[in-house]
């Protein structure tokens, strides 16, 4: 099995001091390793739990990737890893965003330590002012013909008006390197708008999570795709937005309690994607 690093990881941990990072394959898998603690453990905890609940409906399964048991990975030192399903593997050139949702991102019974290692983060981002935050993205750069990625400080600096000006470079077609410019917004209804967007896709999940209460999505994210080849190809109609939630590290039992964090962060979210499909020419601030 010919195992790399995966080209377009956007967020979270990748192999560092000794420990792997997350692999894809060539037929459509992505290996994330088992964190070292209880994180590990408990994601792969809530696969097992969520792939086999019958109370959860088929059309809310597709906001999920789909789970392949774990593995260990030869390749990574024997490293146990989850096995899901590679949400890029069908896409040549995508623009992704991982935005993790909910207005604080620590737990129930996590250590005083942790909370405020998270309060930390929560206060200085947008994740207390606006209910979620932008943790990683890459765009293909139409200008550049190549991909851009910016630096992870960057973004946990951003204010209000700072993710909601990157939110609309996220479906821009200008140079995007350039932080200062004003995005144009070209694919915002082809990405965001439509029948098949991600509000439209965003809008179905929100309808779930006003009555699930099988489980709390602690410090999940939203990733959403795009793909850029067919835009450029001049085809804007098959961009092929997709919204997948992924990170289940701190996903606990719902106990018939509805998700009041997540459900919150995911209205907002929607509300700012409203606002751009409404008015995708209004220059925002940073
Ligand atoms: O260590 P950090 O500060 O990079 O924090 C990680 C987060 O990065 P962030 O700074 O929020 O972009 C990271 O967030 P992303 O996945 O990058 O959105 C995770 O929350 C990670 O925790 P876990 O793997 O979900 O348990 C977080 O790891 P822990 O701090 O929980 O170990
Ligand atoms: N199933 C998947 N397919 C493709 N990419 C993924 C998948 N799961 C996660 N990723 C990528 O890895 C990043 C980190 O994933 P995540 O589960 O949040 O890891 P961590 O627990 O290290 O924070 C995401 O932002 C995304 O770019």
Redesign the pocket.
Known sequence: MQLKVPEHQV???IAKDGKPGPLVDDKGRFFKPL?GDS?GENEVKFYESFSTNTEVPDHIRRFFPVYHGTQAVEGSDGAAMIVLENLLADYSKPSVM?V?MGSR?WYPDASEEYVQ?CLK?DTGTTTVSAGFRI??FEVYDHKESSFWKPE?KLLRGLKVDGARLTLRKFVSSNSLSDMGSKPDSAFVSSVYGGSNGVLTQLLELKTWFENQTLYHFN?C?ILMVYENESILKGNDDDARPQVKLV?F??VLDGNGVIDHNFLGGLCSFINFLRDILQSPDESAES
């Open positions: 967020a979270g941990h964190q994180r991982d993790k991102t290692k983060k943790s990683g992870r410090s994210s990170d590290a701190h």
